[in-house]
């Protein structure tokens, strides 16, 4: 690999008026914690919905079991997709008040009973009861996507924001930030717990029009956490668009596609302004990239082809311009492999949560736990889990490697997606065991035997999510946070439309004359989601060795030292799995 370095710029913030930060007043963790609180907040309102949403879609919308199933992963994943559009927004006001209003109106469809279908038993009577059609299903999908698109907003930008509170120059902050990505996980899974006990336990009790409107009131006191901290955030100024400088790089490298690269690199564009005319917009801050061999096709984009005269920035771009557009291509198989990860999580949310619903849900005489609440075992796991992995293990990780974060972020998500395998293989084995039960000997299982699941994906998903939020925003340079970081939540997005077309094809698939398919009854006694547990526990193993390939040939841009080890060392350059899998 080339290293060449090409200029530098300073990080430039400024304050909620406009002018330059003050690093004794302005940003920090003191700041960042009102970013923190949006993310309870938001994460509590979202949840208690997206969590519970089968059983209201279920019983009082009266969709058949696989089609409920497919209404909530399609909601979830039209959230995370929506984050791309939030990451060119960067606005979270506008975020908040689309979730709200999409809140309320939820509230007023489970309020009045005419906006609804009329009350029927979907599971002894399913075939009978009227389902939720014409301007009740318009009322409700309305509602379902105004809360996915604010959101959508919100989401990659409260990790920015909050990131951006922390200077990648100081070494000090620059520590910090891995200890910010850690503590956003605590917040959500703070936010988490309390959605899936006490406002799911509200929607149960008291019904899902209270719950609906609690979550609007919460989302109001999210957006009051967020403008309190106004007066001390650090704001990046805006950059106009991030696709432009990345369409004038594809298109200039294939306008030039029959041009000769030059053996020496210094002869390459390095310039933001070639003459009167700007090569580059501003929309992103690439001035101190190093040079890579990879993607060379791409380096054709800087060869100048005019002597002496201006070349559009169409024709012309810079060498840090097109390590970007390299990096942002280099992340692509990673993420990639995230997918099927949120496959999994997919489904406990949807057929986990009608899985428990079948189960016996009485802990005490007189209490019994909703079946949604099942997924709070982990967030409690959880709340002490990430303090102490901060507290003990990170320290001496850090001692170990060398590193600021402990383990490299490619690591971490690598050791989530393996532990994530094991969690369809116990969701497999307690479904198998509570079908026998319930068909064979007619007797009915703890809720409880499915809490393993929840457990094992919570261990992964402290990994998995964090790590990739650390990585994207790690290899981002400024004004790109928030797309890369909303690619993090597309991961999440794919992987619920995925479940989605995994239940389509299996059902198609597994038809008989007998019977419908795997998934295609609404008595799960009648269904085999116990094989189709087992095809995800395969498909994910299946992925884990896949993202080992991916990760032992990525390497972090030189350049950017705080995304991995030190560019000094080219072994250490290698931020793969190499270490801990000894591949």
Known sequence: ????????????????????????KHGGMSAAIFVLGLQAFEMMAV?????????YVFNDMHFPLSKSANVVTNFIGTVFLLSLVGGFLSDSYLGSFWTMLGFILLCIQAHVPQLRPPHCDMVSNGDHCEEAKGYKAIILFTALYLVALGSGCLKPNIISLGADQFTRENTKQSKKLSTFFNIAYFAFCMGELIALTLLVWVQTHSGMDVGFGISAAVMGIGMISLASGTVLYRNKPPRGSIFTPIAQVLVAAITKRKQICPSNIEMLNVSRNNGPNR?????????????????KFLDKACIRTQDGKNESPWRLCTVSQVEQVKIIISVVPIFACTIIFNTILAQLQTFSVQQ????????????????????????IMLIFVVPLYETILVPTARKITGNDSGITPLQRVGIGLFVATFS???????????RVSALHHDETMSIFWIAPQFLIFGVSEMFTAVGLIEFFYKQSLEGMQSFLTAMTYCSYSFGFYLSSILVSLVNQITRSKSHGGWLSDNDLNKDRLDLF????????LINFFNYVFWSKFFSYNPSLSNGGPCHDDPKARQGSLEEVYDI
């Not at 189960?359 to 075992?377: C, H, R, V, W, Y």
């Not at 547990?533 to 994910?540: D, G």
Request: hydrophobic residues 45%; glycine residues 6%.
């Open 1 to 24: 690999m080339s290293h060449f370095m090409f200029g530098s710029m300073e990080e430039v913030s400024v304050d909620w008026r406009g002018k330059p930060c003050k690093a004794n």
């Open 47 to 55: 949840a208690a919905v997206g969590n519970n949403l089968i059983t």
């Open 279 to 295: 090569v580059f917009d501003m929309s992103f801050n690439t001035e101190n990239l190093l040079h890579t061999n990879k993607f």
């Open 356 to 379: 428990g619903s079948t189960m016996n849900t009485k802990i005490i005489d007189g209490f019994e736990i909703p079946p949604a609440s099942l997924q709070s075992i982990p967030y």
């Open 424 to 434: 369809m293989v116990s969701a497999a084995l307690v479904e198998k065991k509570r």
């Open 533 to 540: 547990y087992w095809m995800l526990a395969a498909l994910s």
